[in-house]
Each structure stands twice: as structure tokens, then as C-alpha cells.
């Protein structure tokens, strides 16, 4: 299947009420067409005035890209609601599917018989058969360890990411690129300088026909007639 917002609320309000005794907040709902996660929950952190910490603001996205066996896109809405639960209690986790987040876990899994587990992405396999060329602004960096890692960039934000990129410390050099390789369809696009490593032989293999991006001044070339102006 290949869920709706109205089945996702619906599942929503009952497991709220079944497994977490109604007390998590109403998040703004969305669906989604990601290839690259199932569900997320995304926040808002702000800081008090005394300097903490809080939650809030909650988006909760499913992906409809695939068609799943009912079961697992009720077991992917279960997942982000237990992400909601620690987050919307102010609670902080020992890491994304830390020790709280996989006590909940289990504890739903045993009660209601449910199969929820740490990890919902695409498997590698699912990651392989997405063959389709779409238009990926890559940036490679070899990193002070020696490896080397991607970063890929939303088409809106080339920009922004661009100078952030000049800036990461653990980046020795790094250079942009524009590539239609399906292999870079398995990495998110952001604004954010997070690098994914990536094995030099992977690199070189997928890097054949890309065209490398250049910037003078304000602009950035993309190919011979198309640039992106900040
Ligand atoms: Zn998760």
C-alpha cells in the first residue's frame, strides 16, 4: 500500500491512544515523496531563557514513494512516533536510536506484537534498483583521515551549501560536480555539510561522465548556458 495523509492521522490517534497513552502531541502531518526515508520526524529547537533546551514545533513525514506491505508502513508510523514521544517529552536520547529510543521499541514490539526495528531506510538492494538520471549536485572532499566522502546538495540551496563547504575544518580540498549517475539517488540533498563516505573506486566509477561546476563571483556554471545566481 501506499499510505494517505488520512490513513496516517487515522493510524496516528490510534496508536497514540493504544501504545502511548494518548500523551503525544499533534504534529503537522505530511506526505511525502522521498526516495530516501520511509518516515521523519522533524523539530524545531529553541533555547530559554536560562539556556535549555526545547522541542517543538513537530513535523511528522511518511514517504509514499513505495509500495509497502501494510505492516511495515504501520511499523514505520510507530518508529517516528517513538522519535515524537522522546522529543516531545524534552527527553534526550544517548543517540538516534539510543537507549531510550530502544526501550520503547521493544516494549511496543512486545506488547502489541509489532516489528518495529532501529532501521527503516531503503535497503541497499531497493538503493540499486533506482535507476532513474536525475540531475545531482555532488560535492566530493577528501577528508584529513585520509577518506573521502559526498555531499550532496538541494538544487535550491547550491549556494548556501557551497560556502558552508569552504568551511568544514575535517575537509583537506573538495570540488563540485554535476552528475545524472543514478548511484547518487541513495544520498539526501541538504543544506547541511554533512559528508557520507564513500570508497575512492566508488568515486572514480561514478564520476566518469560527471561535469565539474564552476563558480565566478555570484554565479555558478552549471553547463555552457545554465548557471545558479545567489
Ligand atoms: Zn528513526
Known amino acids: 500500500m501506499k499510505p494517505t495523509l488520512d490513513y496516517v492521522v487515522a493510524k496516528f490517534n490510534e496508536y497514540n491512544a493504544l501504545c502511548f497513552e494518548g500523551r503525544l502531541p499533534l504534529p503537522r502531518f505530511q506526505i511525502s515523496q ?36 501494510e505492516v511495515e508502513v504501520e511499523d514505520t508510523i510507530l518508529h517516528e512516533m517513538i522519535h515524537l514521544d522522546i522529543m516531545s517529552s524534552q527527553q534526550r536520547d544517548s543517540s538516534a536510536h539510543g537507549r531510550l529510543f530502544r526501550e520503547k521499541m521493544q516494549d511496543i ?30 560535492c566530493v572532499s577528501l577528508l584529513n583521515n585520509g577518506r573521502w566522502g559526498v555531499t550532496l546538495a538541494a538544487h535550491t540551496r547550491l549556494y548556501e551549501l557551497w560556502n558552508r563547504m569552504d568551511r568544514v575544518p575535517e575537509i583537506v580540498s573538495h570540488s563540485w560536480y ?12 541538504s543544506c547541511t555539510a554533512k ?36
Request: proline share 4%.
Open 34 to 69: 522521498a526516495r530516501t526515508f520511509m518516515g521523519k520526524v522533524s523539530y524545531k529547537r529553541t533555547r530559554s531563557f536560562w539556556g535549555r533546551c526545547h522541542y517543538g514545533d513537530f513535523v511528522f513525514r511518511i514517504s509514499n514513494r513505495r509500495d509497502l506491505p
Open 109 to 138: 514490539n512486545r506488547r502489541f506484537g509489532r516489528h518495529i526495528t532501529v532501521s527503516h531506510r531503503l535497503t541497499a538492494a531497493d538503493q540499486e534498483k533506482d535507476t532513474e538520471r536525475r540531475r545531482h549536485l555532488v
Open 178 to 189: 554535476l552528475s545524472t549517475d543514478p548511484f547518487f539517488n541513495r544520498f539526501p540533498r
Open 195 to 230: 559528508v557520507y563516505h564513500i570508497t575512492k573506486e566508488e568515486l572514480d566509477r561514478h564520476l566518469k561522465d560527471a561535469k565539474p561546476l564552476v563558480r565566478k563571483g555570484h554565479a555558478i556554471q552549471i553547463s555552457c548556458n545554465s548557471w545558479y545566481v545567489e
